[in-house]
């Protein structure tokens, strides 16, 4: 099982302590993501499935020299559709690399800290995951890690430009930065769209759980950078870290205070309308699913609900997806049995 590769039930950037509030319980994951091509192959759109293969080959052979005894490196290719959708819902893999063609594969360490992905748009998307706001504990690991890599690969870089990329807006550090924030509140209030516009002016994005193109379900949202060239790396994650990041808190915050002293019926609606349906339905989709989490996790926040933990309610955002609801289930299941499995394990979990 794909699983037991792994040191927890509970991906690394939702492997959390009880929040003590405030920030603790608004950001709930950081990541730093480097893009890189290895020089002399074309980029991804441009390679036969001869170079593809030759790529996956030398990646495997020259991590192997970086001794990292705790990173497993998997084949997508080959791999099923199930285990691709499980390594998706973990964070480990995006999309693009889940649904691509031909030879490609991932480097994951145990803790799933360090995901390396192998010809997604780049030849090479190593990313670096913590639960939490450390930016800057993320970016010392995939620093590290992008030196040790270059004394085993070449990787295409121009000393004008930078580092080349698939991606016109990658070029440069090929440096993302991204946080995961849980703004119900903002949402609730009806505020998303002064977050839109504020990321907008800053050349920030906000997208959904799963990264670009995805919406935002359960009321998760990454922001991230926009471009990289012309700026450091250290320039990039200071912006996001201490410019940006302290508003967009700042914003979740006043709207949950703002909740709690003009309109606290509605917040409590919200949550008991969340704890009855997860108590008492007997069928549930993933969207309605998330949707109510996110209430529960607002009101464990605010110490609106009592008897349920932070470190539960993240698990269960997890294991009620659909490729780990039928590791939970040791079977296969159809999306009706899948919906039926899911409200049976919330009420399981939350001893509704």
């Given at each position: ?11 690394a ?11 603790d ?5 950081s990541?730093?993501r480097?893009?890189?091509n290895?020089?002399n192959f ?9 170079q593809?293969q ?13 001794g990292m005894?705790?990173?497993?490196f ?11 959708q499980l ?9 693009n ?5 031909g ?7 145990r803790?799933e ?7 997604e ?11 939490g706001?450390?930016l800057?504990?993320?970016w ?12 085993h ?10 580092y ?12 993302r930065v ?8 903002l949402k609730l ?5 002064k977050?839109?516009?504020a ?24 922001l991230?950078?926009q471009?990289?060239l ?31 002293t003009q309109?606290p ?12 349906v ?7 989709s993933?969207e ?10 607002l ?6 609900i009592?008897?349920v ?11 009620t997806?659909?490729?780990?609801l039928?590791?939970e ?5 159809d999306p ?17």
């Amino acid at each position: 099982m794909i699983l037991d590769a792994f040191d927890s039930p509970v991906g690394a950037w939702l492997t959390v302590t009880e929040p003590a509030g405030g920030s603790d319980t608004i950001v709930v994951s950081s990541r730093v993501r480097l893009a890189r091509n290895i020089a002399n192959f074309p980029f991804m759109s441009k390679a036969s499935a001869a170079q593809k293969q030759e790529l996956c080959s030398l990646f495997e052979q020259r991590v192997a020299k970086l001794g990292m005894a705790n990173l497993n490196f998997m084949m997508l290719d080959t791999a099923s559709a199930h285990d691709r959708q499980l390594l998706l819902e973990r964070h480990l893999i995006s999309k693009n690399l889940a649904a691509g063609e031909g030879a490609r594969g991932v480097a994951v360490s145990r803790d799933e800290t360090l995901s390396i992905m192998v010809n997604e748009e780049d030849h090479i998307r190593l990313q670096v995951l913590r639960s939490g706001l450390k930016l800057q504990e993320c970016w010392a690991q995939a620093d590290q890690i992008d030196n040790d890599l270059q004394q085993h690969l070449e990787f295409a870089f121009n000393h004008r430009f930078g580092y080349l990329t698939a991606c016109p807006t990658n070029v440069g550090t090929g440096l993302r930065v991204s946080v995961m924030l849980h703004l119900p509140a903002l949402k609730l209030n009806g505020d998303m769209d002064k977050v839109f516009a504020a990321a907008k002016d800053m050349h920030l994005a906000i997208r959904g759980l799963y990264g670009e193109g995805t919406e935002a379900v359960g009321d998760f949202y990454q922001l991230s950078n926009q471009t990289t060239l012309g700026r450091s790396e250290e320039e990039i994650i200071h912006e996001l870290e201490s410019a940006v990041l302290p508003q967009v808190l700042y914003m979740e915050q006043d709207a949950r205070q703002r909740l709690l002293t003009q309109r606290p019926y509605l917040l409590d609606d919200r949550i008991g309308r969340a704890l009855g349906v997860l108590k008492y339905a007997r069928v549930l989709s993933t969207e309605e699913t998330l949707f109510h989490l996110s209430y529960l996790r607002l009101g464990t926040a605010m110490g609106r609900i009592s008897g349920v933990s932070m470190a539960l309610l993240n698990r269960l955002f997890l294991w009620t997806q659909s490729a780990h609801l039928q590791v939970e289930a040791a079977r296969d299941l159809d999306p009706e049995a899948r919906k039926v499995h899911r409200a049976d394990v919330l009420r399981k979990y939350l001893n509704l």
